[in-house]
């Protein structure tokens, strides 16, 4: 019994016990890395990927696919460094409304003309690819000072609003999908979508807000991308597809839906902001974060499938 | 499936892409006298062969319902190592070598998907992933090395003016044509993709037909790697894409796969309809840089025809 609660509670939490070992070992290793300065700037470059992996983990919960997500954070970087001359808030107003409707196509597509999400949002992500750089054909434009600073706000140089984003995300994202409604009836889907429909789940209505949240949130990664990198750029989001995708299969989120949670998205974002530095600090190629990035996927999703099938054996 | 007097619908997908494809170039032809020639033509061809190789290997992999996300990679791991041992000249060793790098990567691929059962999207992006990190890790992230002559004389030369390349690529189509048709393999690779657990009760040995496919992957992204390597001569890093080493051909090889009328699902389709999907798109974006129109406009217009067709195969219950 008491085996059988230890063994949920790694299965539940093992994620963040990977993540622990990797910053403590990283801190033993480098005293470079157990500064401030380099964990503030993990929790920054931490931030989009979460962003982007927030949706992408409603869409997988409800086995599908999202490959737009980083053609739409690119679009919203291009559309800011183009309207935000007229003002911030305009600005943001339109880049909300266009991922709305961006979200709702998507997800009219899979639910209503029943096109696989795969192939759907991939002729999404081309679209959008081309409209980012008819916007924005090369990197540039204009993110006012007022809107970088707010969105970066440091206190005793912490990254505070960053910070609080993530604190925000997470909330959000663990509240929504193990508290509500939609939440609860996202992992029926994933279950199972013909027993959710048969037990009254509107399948479709379900879906379409699901790429609505996806693309939504990936709108807001790319305005956070936007301060960070202070101009627009038609590819600026493009990492971030591959990278959210990594965040939610590493975070113990099954590819075949209904199974996983926002946290483990989390604590996979921050591992894989990490990854670079540590690797910096060691005197190793950048480079090579791609290659523990992999490995650490193929790892732990093969850890991870072992777990589930030995608990499924029994 | 829907059948119109006794008529299956789906045997009509290639027809309305060669006709697709007939309207579009006389159009075209029309507006633009210098279209229709037969050099242009051949250029078109010639243009779209590494695609055209690596979209039949995606074809492969996704008749027997997996996806393999790490094509690109393997394509540009190739054009990398090729350059690195072609410094000193020599040609055959190193190709060889190549192919076999290929073709290695693939089975891992292959193995960690039918043996430790690891779903076959999380696999291929994490081997994506991983050769990307590989691929920086040796060059550092520019190109180095360059083609040997033989291989550049292969990817440039013709045969009765017709590209050499092009004619490993149409062959390539055939010869996986009639596998899939004629042989035990092709069955079973469709088998795969209706349905896994009916081929694992008629006894299938699944695990080794899905090795085999995505060995065969590998390898035809070897060889189309190869052959661009010969083509461009150095390998100029055009891999540099923000979302990992040879993501856009990936992506534009399964856009290929999907055009042509294979369903994303697998079970269904073939090589022969990729080949008009890869023809199609060739064809259109030929039409848009006639017109004077950019590569942003390529792009989007490769994301429309993706949405319409499948939209059209949805509404005919194609999909």
């Known amino acids: 019994m008491r085996n059988k609660r230890l063994k949920k509670i790694i299965f539940d939490w093992y994620i963040y016990i990977v993540l622990v070992i990797f910053w403590i070992a990283s801190s033993a290793a480098s005293p470079f890395f157990r500064t401030t300065s380099t964990f503030s700037t993990i929790l920054v470059s931490a931030v989009p990927i979460a962003l982007v992996g927030l949706g992408q983990t409603f869409v997988v919960l409800s086995r599908g696919f999202d490959l737009s997500v980083g053609a739409v954070a690119s679009l919203a970087t291009a559309i800011a460094s183009v309207t935000m001359i007229w003002g911030i808030g305009p600005s943001i107003g339109s880049i909300i409304l266009i991922s709305l409707v961006i979200g709702a196509i998507n997800g009219f597509g899979v639910s209503k003309l029943k096109i696989d999400s795969f192939i759907m949002t991939l002729g999404m992500m081309f679209f959008l690819t081309g409209v980012s750089l008819l916007i924005r054909p090369s990197p540039g434009g204009f993110i006012p000072t007022n809107f970088k600073k707010i969105l970066l706000y440091h206190v005793a140089n912490l990254p505070l609003v960053p910070f609080l984003i993530l604190v925000l995300a997470a909330t959000v994202g663990i509240l929504v999908l193990q508290k509500r409604r939609f939440g609860r009836e996202i992992y029926a889907i994933g279950g199972d979508p013909e027993s959710a429909k048969m037990s009254g789940v509107n399948v479709d209505r379900t879906r379409i807000k699901v790429f609505i949240v996806s693309a939504l949130s990936a709108a807001m990664a790319g305005l956070f991308i936007s301060a960070r990198i202070g101009s627009g750029n038609a590819e600026a989001g493009a990492p971030y597809l591959f990278d959210s995708f990594t965040a939610v299969f590493m975070g113990g989120t099954l590819v075949t839906g209904g199974v996983g949670c926002y946290r483990g998205t989390v604590a996979s974002a921050l591992i894989i902001a990490s990854i670079g530095h540590i690797l910096q600090f060691l005197g190793i190629t950048i480079w090579y974060h791609f290659i523990v990035k992999g490995l650490l996927l193929a790892g732990v999703a093969g850890i991870q499938l072992l777990i589930v099938g030995s608990e499924r054996a029994e | ?319």
Not at chain 2, 73 to 98: E, H, K, N, Q
Not at chain 2, 115 to 131: D, F
């Open chain 2, 1 to 319: 499936m829907k059948r119109i007097g006794g008529f299956q619908l789906s045997a009509t997908q290639p027809l309305i892409l060669v006709l697709a494809l007939i309207v579009i170039s006389a159009i075209a032809g029309f507006i633009t006298p210098g279209f229709l020639t037969f050099f242009h033509l051949k250029m078109i061809l010639y243009c779209n062969t590494m695609l055209g190789i690596l979209a039949l290997a995606q074809t492969l992999v996704i008749l027997s319902g997996g996806i393999d996300l790490s094509i690109g990679a393997i394509y540009w791991i190739t054009v990398m190592v090729g350059a690195l041992l072609m410094v000193d000249g020599r040609f055959i060793l190193p190709s060889i070598v190549c192919i076999i790098v290929g073709a290695a990567i693939g089975t891992i691929n292959g193995l960690g998907i039918s043996r430790l059962k690891i779903p076959h999207v999380v696999m291929t992006l994490a081997m994506m992933i991983i050769l990307t990190g590989t691929l920086y890790v040796t060059t550092g992230g520019g190109g180095r090395g360059r083609a040997a002559q033989e291989l550049i004389s292969l990817s440039t030369g013709r045969i009765f003016g017709f590209p050499i390349i092009t004619l490993v690529w149409i062959s390539l189509t055939v010869l996986f044509y009639v596998i899939l048709k004629v042989t035990a393999f092709g069955w079973k690779v469709r088998a795969l993709g209706s349905s896994l657990s009916a081929s694992h009760c008629s006894g299938i040995s699944i695990w080794k037909v899905q090795v085999l496919v995505y060995m065969i992957s590998g390898t035809l992204a070897a060889v189309a790697g190869l052959l661009y390597l010969g083509w461009a001569r150095t390998p100029y890093p055009t891999f540099q894409s923000g979302a990992g080493v040879g993501a856009n051909i990936m992506l534009e090889s399964i856009a290929a796969v999907i055009i042509g009328g294979t369903l994303f699902l697998g079970g269904r389709g073939g090589v022969e309809r990729t080949f008009l999907g890869v023809l199609v798109l060739a064809v259109l974006f030929s039409i848009l840089s006639m017109a004077g129109l950019g590569v942003e406009w390529q792009i989007m217009l490769n994301g429309i025809i993706i949405l319409a067709i499948v939209g059209v195969h949805s509404r005919i219950g194609l999909q």
